[in-house]
């Protein structure tokens, strides 16, 4: 069974500084992969970023980097110099990367970012 | 490019009616899917496809069907609805075509529909 694990519920930080969202996962497949979404309070779902569970480099896609340690399971979240417009809820998901269930996404409760002037 | 597209986006229902949910996109992907997500949850997979004719479980499949006779569409059936069911509902789809660590594919969402059932 997969699991993913996000424990802050809630977070904060001020414009311009960087911030670190947790996430930790759970699974017995040996290739999987590791999304974070943002969801702002319209709604939508938007990718942010994706990790490989065999590259060997950690993601970034402009502000966003994950930092992935695949012993210590975790895939966290940096996002660097924030922004007002950063402010809305984050899910780490996870997705066996085999077969049929490919795309299958696993989510976290999520964590609410708020950024302050 | 219209992508994911939802229909509709606000419903309001009530206990035992029955609706259906319309989801289309239009990027020809095999693989679509169906989550729904409850107030301070993460989704959760209520079905999904990996091609047309060809529909599975997902997590949380009970009081809901669904069927794929085209590429393009994935319809989600609501019977008897429940107030249980009042959640948001998420579309979404992708290529399917490999594994993503080697074609790097990516799942597209829909926007979303509100769903409330009183």
């Known amino acids: 069974a997969q699991k993913i694990t996000q424990t802050q519920p809630g977070m904060f930080v001020q414009e311009k500084e960087a911030v670190t969202l947790d996430c930790t996962y759970d699974?017995?497949?040996?290739?999987?992969?590791l999304f974070w979404y943002k969801q702002p309070s319209s709604g939508e779902m938007i990718f942010l970023i994706y990790?490989?569970?065999?590259?060997?480099q950690n993601a970034t896609e402009g502000r966003y980097s994950l930092n992935f340690q695949k012993a210590r399971k975790s895939a966290n979240l940096v996002i660097s110099a924030s922004q007002l417009g950063d402010s809305a809820m984050y899910f780490c998901?996870?997705?066996?990367?085999?077969?049929?269930?490919?795309?299958?996404?696993?989510f976290g409760r999520g964590t609410q970012l708020t950024v302050w002037p | 490019n219209a992508g994911v597209t939802q229909t509709p986006k606000f419903r309001i229902l009530k206990i035992g009616q029955s609706m259906t949910l319309q989801c289309a996109q239009d990027?020809?992907?095999?693989?679509m899917y169906w989550y729904r997500q409850d107030p301070g949850m993460g989704l959760k997979l209520i079905y999904y496809?990996?091609?047309?004719?060809?529909?599975d479980k997902g997590e949380v499949p009970n009081g809901y069907n669904v069927s794929r006779s085209t590429t393009e569409d994935f319809p989600l059936r609501l019977e008897l609805a429940a107030p249980s069911q009042t959640s948001v509902y998420f579309c979404?789809?992708?290529?399917?075509?490999?594994?993503?660590?080697?074609?790097?594919?990516?799942?597209?969402f829909g926007e979303g529909s509100w769903l409330t059932v009183v």
């Open positions: 979404a789809s992708s290529p399917g075509t490999g594994p993503f660590i080697v074609t790097g594919n990516t799942i597209y």
């Open positions: 699974t017995s497949d040996q290739s999987y992969g």
């Open positions: 990790q490989g569970s065999y590259d060997e």
């Open positions: 998901a996870m997705s066996p990367d085999r077969g049929s269930t490919l795309g299958r996404l696993y």
């Open positions: 990027m020809n992907h095999n693989y």
């Open positions: 496809s990996v091609g047309a004719g060809i529909t």
